[in-house]
């Protein structure tokens, strides 16, 4: 009997966020549009840094870390749901889900790193300017870039096993555009409270220590900055950080409304909204941030746009 009650369903079935289907269709294209919108974004982006030998430096190697994290984000998310968008039975197997689970997780906990570390970086270039290149080496870079990649898997390797050890008994409904951690720990017919707790551990660990590493790092930053006596410098030295500041602002925002707060909020809805913003809206608007703000960025675009150019130019004539 005790068998027959603790079991483990073999599929799941998504809920979403709406069961009209003009508002699914409409979702669909929308959704479509943008995550289309997030690949080519992020991939010129990084395209753009391998090919401009003068965005070469820890910032921008750091930044194209950044743009394969998003898109690989965007990629466990979307393509499920806009498939479901347009389905009549919004099922996903239990293998399916615990990889989405799996790599939306790791690849959340690598962000929040690498925005640590890329404050650390802009730090250096503040702070130190003239021992950057000592200090900002690519062995560093590179130990960064892996740390943050192995923290985040291996955090999100432990969550999916407990997580997907839990028996959910019938239950198969899940609230939510994704297979979450947070939705899935609910379906469980057994006392979750220590799953909950472990949950609400690696998120102070992989989101309120970057977090707090990120705001020293700042500190650090504003009062170096305070102290440069030319209006031009300091225009400067803040420039060198505005990019950085705002996507800490969109990503660590949502983050923390989410994982760290009272059990009572946020509601169902947010969440799915707060996951929505994470998988499309954040992903697609990084590599625009960064490319309105910076005028090493811009300088690469033209240079691009005008070496294109150049070469239609040629193959018409």
Known sequence: MGTDNQTWVREFILLGLSSDWDTQVALFVLFLVMYLATVLGNFLFVLLIRLDSRLHTPMYFF?????????????????QML???????????????????????????????????????????????????????????????ITSWVS??????????????????????????????????????????????????????????PFCLVLLSYIWIISTILKIQS????????????????????CYGMAILTYIQPRSSPSV????????????LTPMLNPMIYSLRNKEVKGAWQKLLGQFSGLTSKLAA
């Open 231 to 250: 209006p031009e410098g300091r225009k400067k030295a803040f420039h060198t950080c505005a990019s950085h500041l705002t996507v800490v602002a969109l």
């Open 83 to 145: 498939v479901h968008f347009l389905a009549k039975h919004r099922v996903i197997p239990l293998l399916s889900c615990a990889a989405q689970l799996f790599f939306s997780l790791a690849l959340g906990g690598i962000e929040f790193v690498l925005l640590a570390v890329m404050a650390y970086d802009r730090y250096v270039a503040v702070c130190d300017p003239l021992r950057y290149s000592a200090v900002m080496h690519a062995g560093l870079c590179a130990r960064l870039a």
């Open 63 to 79: 930044l194209a870390n950044l743009s394969l994290v998003d898109v690989s984000y965007a990629t466990s998310i979307v393509p």
């Open 152 to 209: 985040g898997f291996v955090n999100s390797l432990m969550h999916t096993v407990i997580t997907f050890q839990l028996p959910t008994c019938t239950n198969k409904f899940i609230d939510h555009i994704s297979c979450e951690i947070l939705a899935v720990v609910k379906l469980a017919c057994v006392d979750t409270s220590s799953n909950e707790v472990a949950i609400m551990v690696s998120s102070i660990v992989l989101l309120m220590t």
């Open 269 to 280: 809805l947010q969440e799915k909204l707060i996951s929505l913003f994470y998988a499309l």
